[in-house]
């Protein structure tokens, strides 16, 4: 596989790479072998000619008038996101949110283990629950760095928020996922995604007003 200049894609582009990769896989489970960019761009409400323009940064993916190997895009994004890699992640927040990521623990992608959760609430810490050991934010250091864990997963509420990730954050873990909408403050060199749930929700009641007949991108 080449070995792709990751530093030249822009964010942007960086950015809409899980979502191609995600739609290819469901085409290729489906039996797709082949697409053109206005059909993904059919799938996932990227503009076709975005679609190009993302592509090229990575070179010739495509032949004119023939479209895109779906195996050969899975394998180029998949190598260039590191999809292929290991990652060990912990959850932070027990609730009842953070038990329903633990019990899809990412079975799409075996790369992607959840490792370890953790909590404040002193009546589960200590206990096993739903397959899952319950650790206090307290180890939260030391347990991280003896698991290897690459990326936290927050589920704490917006109030508490950033006590939990200040926590995450010395660690040394600079991949977050934020699952509390509103923003927190964290060194230039964390990555930080949000998902604000109340906007996904808003955003599919949008596209199901408007947009009856296009297929909505699915990027989860």
């Given at each position: 596989?080449?070995?792709?200049?990751?530093?030249?894609?822009?964010?942007?582009?960086?950015?809409?790479?899980?979502l191609?990769?995600?739609?290819?896989?469901?085409l290729?489970?489906?039996?797709?072998?082949?697409?053109?960019?206005?059909?993904l761009?059919?799938i996932?409400?990227v503009?076709s000619?975005?679609?190009?323009?993302?592509?090229s940064y990575?070179?010739?993916?495509?032949?004119?008038?023939?479209?895109?190997?779906?195996?050969f895009?899975?394998e180029?994004?998949?190598?260039?996101?590191?999809?292929n890699?290991?990652?060990?992640?912990?959850?932070?927040?027990?609730?009842?949110?953070?038990?329903?990521l633990?019990?899809?623990?990412?079975?799409?992608?075996e790369?992607?283990i959840?490792?370890?959760?953790?909590?404040t609430?002193?009546e589960?810490?200590?206990?096993t629950?739903?397959?899952?050991?319950?650790?206090s934010?307290a180890?939260?250091?030391?347990?991280?760095?003896?698991?290897?864990?690459r990326i936290?997963?927050?589920?704490v509420?917006?109030?508490?928020?950033?006590?939990?990730?200040?926590?995450?954050?010395?660690?040394?873990?600079?991949?977050i996922?934020?699952?509390a909408?509103?923003?927190?403050e964290?060194?230039?060199?964390i990555s930080?995604?949000?998902?604000?749930l109340?906007?996904?929700?808003l955003t599919?009641?949008f596209f199901d007003?408007?947009y009856?007949?296009?297929p909505?991108?699915?990027?989860?």
């Amino acid at each position: 596989m080449k070995d792709y200049n990751k530093k030249k894609i822009p964010r942007a582009t960086a950015k809409r790479l899980p979502l191609y990769l995600r739609n290819l896989t469901i085409l290729d489970t489906k039996g797709v072998a082949r697409i053109k960019s206005k059909e993904l761009s059919d799938i996932t409400q990227v503009p076709s000619a975005t679609i190009r323009r993302d592509f090229s940064y990575l070179g010739e993916l495509g032949r004119s008038g023939y479209g895109y190997d779906v195996a050969f895009l899975i394998e180029v994004f998949s190598h260039i996101l590191d999809s292929n890699e290991e990652s060990r992640i912990a959850i932070v927040g027990f609730g009842n949110l953070g038990k329903a990521l633990a019990n899809n623990n990412f079975r799409r992608n075996e790369n992607l283990i959840i490792s370890c959760v953790f909590d404040t609430n002193p009546e589960i810490i200590g206990k096993t629950i739903a397959g899952f050991y319950v650790y206090s934010m307290a180890d939260f250091k030391q347990i991280a760095q003896e698991k290897n864990i690459r990326i936290a997963i927050s589920t704490v509420p917006s109030e508490h928020a950033q006590e939990a990730i200040d926590i995450v954050v010395d660690s040394g873990i600079t991949a977050i996922l934020n699952f509390a909408p509103d923003r927190v403050e964290v060194p230039d060199n964390i990555s930080m995604r949000y998902i604000d749930l109340t906007t996904e929700l808003l955003t599919l009641l949008f596209f199901d007003h408007n947009y009856k007949k296009t297929p909505l991108a699915v990027t989860s």
